[in-house]
């Protein structure tokens, strides 16, 4: 059987290259690649539909990325030993590929759109999320699948000052930003990443660097597809058109829209008018068929995207009345849950968080097994979207795509300010239930977020605040409108969402979905410029309710001890199958974890209360403690000799009470001196080499007085 196998090879220009192969799997699907750099290889695959189902008008696309757990020679965790739902981090990828993917289509196809991207061989350096978007792009080029593409995305990371593109995951440690971009050769519609407070300017200049690479990866994707013989794609006519209802329903509804969209009401209100304005054309087109009724919606629907777009551009007002830089009120409390350890609530406008911190213990931490990704985490944030916030009957589902995608936006922006593990032992758990949703739950949780980490008294460096910034532009994009603080009408009518988390120092986070081609540089530096000061407004806002962490935890919150102990008492603190740890817990009421790093034993003792902590806290640096030639210790007489006694000075830790050195007068035997279970007080004169403990009694008693007449003057 022969194969056409073709290849492409993408020169990163530092001796690194992707390579781009298809023709030789999955030959069934519309499109297939394997991307491979270096061992890591991803397999993608993209199938759509020949016919759109009717009645739909939207693009129902998926992607899903998942990894193989083969890839890494792993065998997966838990009772199936096999692959089962995404986790959060494979989901985490899949919207950036979503995200990057999805304004490219034609806005008129509609047929079922399935992208798979899979991680088959891995190399535990370099990471395969850059990779993705480039994957995906490049199975739908080599596809007759219509597509105004290609795209690519990169990671792009400063690295000792110097700007790089697909670093390795060990350079990541020591990287101030990191960001991933995606675009096609022409302009960016995707951003995503986080950033050590970094000025906006810095912002643009890593962007420009990575749009710089992915033109090069979009030219490889176009020479591919002419290679591989692709560039007619197929035809198709998935929308009913009626462009007299068209023109009829513009002419008879768009100044009552217009009317509406001026009139700055609430979210609620300005619906149910828009509602009514719609329902009431309808009637009076009377008998109707399905397909008429549904062009309808669909048209009225242009009517007020173009009707609240004009209004924004021509007399520079929203939908709320507000300036296109004005935020909404804010108002904010702390400490309204009196049972948590800390708690918030964060009000902008129709948008509301309820956050929480619980401090935690090392038991506590997050086990992430994943087959790229493994370990241990201590920051949490969990992001909750109920139905009743928008006012909508939803069932509770658990968190979605969308949610986690929000929850991931704010725990990168919060734990860039968290203290070191040395000032913060705990986990940290962090919950935002949002209550009200008008625009920007995500920042609402970073701001909530903030309020609630100083109410729990957790020593952050800086506050941190965010916000949602929304563009509108004409067709020709020579007039626009930025957006400070946007709602959820806005989001959803214009043609950006950007949203910006920082500090009074810089930003520390970003999230930017564009759903137009040709946004330019002054344009985005403008709306980082213009996020800014809202951001600071904000933070303003914020520092009427609190300005600095408390000085201490909450009187109900737990507390945690780290003690480092020398390796080699580690084995003598947990005990043979754990019973020493097990019999302190059981004893104290503490929790005790320990753990070896950098050949320290580091301890930490959690409890709810001082009186556990310091019981085990003394238990353990009794049995961690080495003896000291020259300290005083209160002993027990472990066991007798006929030449002396052996005293336990410290758990585990006996010397030898010499015959000699029990007393000044000397005795003929051990008889009736001591008991098993005497207490005894003794200094520690000597260890040999061995580690023998040579103890005396003598040393601490007075001299008897000498028998020697006194010297004559």
Not at 122 to 139: C, F
Not at 559 to 567: E, F, L, N, S
């Amino acid at each position: 059987m022969s194969l056409n196998v073709i290849k492409k090879v993408i020169d990163l220009g530092d001796g690194r290259t992707i390579e781009i192969e298809t023709g030789k799997l999955a030959k069934q699907a519309d499109g297939s690649v394997v991307v491979k750099m270096g061992d890591t290889m991803l397999l993608a695959t993209v199938v759509s539909s020949p016919e759109a189902k009717e009645g739909v008008d939207f693009l129902p696309l998926s992607v899903d990325y998942q990894e193989k757990y083969a890839a890494t020679g792993r065998i997966p965790g838990g009772f199936l030993r096999r692959e089962a739902r995404l986790s959060d981090y494979e989901v985490l990828i899949s919207r950036l590929v979503d995200r990057a993917l999805r304004p490219m289509f034609p806005e008129d196809y509609h047929a079922d759109t399935q992208v798979m991207i899979s991680l088959i061989s891995a190399d535990k350096d370099i990471m395969p999320d850059a990779l993705a978007g480039l994957a995906a792009s490049a199975a739908l080029s080599v596809s007759d699948i219509p597509f105004n593409g290609p795209i690519s995305e990169v990671r792009v990371a400063k690295i000792d000052g110097q700007l790089v593109i697909n670093p390795t995951l060990s350079q990541l440690a020591n990287a101030t930003l990191e960001f991933i971009v995606a675009g096609n050769e022409h302009d960016i519609n995707m951003v995503e990443g986080e950033s050590a407070e970094i000025q906006e300017e810095e912002l643009v200049e890593a962007i420009k660097f990575a749009h710089t690479a992915i033109k090069v990866q979009c030219l490889a994707q176009k020479e591919l597809t002419v290679e591989v013989g692709k560039t007619e794609k197929r035809v198709y006519n998935h929308e009913h058109s009626n462009e007299d209802l068209k023109k009829a329903i513009y002419e008879a509804t768009y100044q009552q829209v217009y009317d509406i969209a001026s009139a700055a009401s609430a979210k609620e209100e300005r619906g149910a008018k828009f509602k009514a304005v719609r329902d009431a054309y309808i009637e009076t087109l009377g008998e109707i068929d399905d397909i008429t009724k549904s062009l309808a919606k669909k048209y009225y629907h242009d009517v007020e995207y173009d009707a609240i777009r004009n209004l924004v551009l021509d007399e520079g007002k929203r939908l709320d009345g507000r300036s296109t830089t004005q935020i909404r009120p804010i108002w904010s409390e702390v400490g309204y849950l009196p049972s948590a350890h800390g708690s918030a609530v964060f009000t902008r406008g129709e948008t509301q968080s309820l956050t929480t911190v619980t401090l935690g213990a090392k038991d506590d931490e997050q086990m992430i097994d994943g087959a790229f990704i493994n370990g241990y985490q201590k920051f949490l944030l969990h992001y909750n979207f109920p139905g009743f916030s928008t006012g909508e009957v939803r069932p509770n589902r658990g968190a979605g795509r969308r949610e986690i995608g929000h929850g991931n936006l704010a725990m990168r922006s919060l734990k860039r300010v968290l203290p070191s593990e040395d000032e913060n032992p705990y986990t940290i758990r962090i919950v935002s239930d949002i209550l009200e949703s008008n625009g920007s739950s995500s920042m609402a949780t970073v701001c909530a977020g903030t309020l609630a980490l100083m109410d729990a008294g957790v020593k952050i460096t800086n506050p941190v605040s965010g916000i949602a910034m929304g563009l509108i532009t004409n067709e020709m994009g020579t007039k626009y409108a930025i957006l400070s603080d946007i709602l959820g009408d806005e989001d959803h009518l214009g043609d950006m969402d950007f949203k910006v988390t920082g500090t009074k120092n810089g930003i520390v986070a970003v999230q930017m979905d564009l759903k137009i081609n040709g946004l330019s540089y002054e344009v985005l530096s403008n709306a980082l410029n213009q996020a800014k000061d809202g951001r600071l407004h904000i933070l303003g806002e914020m520092a009427k309710t609190i300005t600095a962490p408390r000085e201490d935890y909450k009187p109900h919150a737990p507390r945690i001890v780290t003690i480092k102990i020398d390796k080699e008492f580690i084995g003598a603190v947990i005990g043979p199958g754990g019973k020493i740890i097990q019999e302190m817990q059981r004893e104290t009421g503490a929790t005790i974890s320990i753990e070896e790093v950098n050949n320290v034993g580091i301890v930490q003792v959690f409890a709810d209360n001082k009186a556990a902590i310091d019981a085990a806290v003394g238990r353990i640096r009794a049995i961690a403690s080495k003896p000291e030639v020259g300290e005083i210790y209160e002993g027990k007489v472990k066991s007798i000799m006929p030449f002396g006694a052996f005293v336990e000075i410290m758990p585990g830790k006996d010397g030898l009470l010499h015959i000699s050195e029990i007393d000044h007068k000397r005795f003929e035997s051990m008889d009736g001196i001591f008991q098993v279970g005497d207490e005894v007080r003794v200094k520690l004169l000597d260890v040999d080499k061995q580690g023998k403990l040579k103890l005396s009694r003598k040393a601490l008693l007075p001299k008897p007085e000498s028998n020697k007449p006194a010297d004559k003057e």
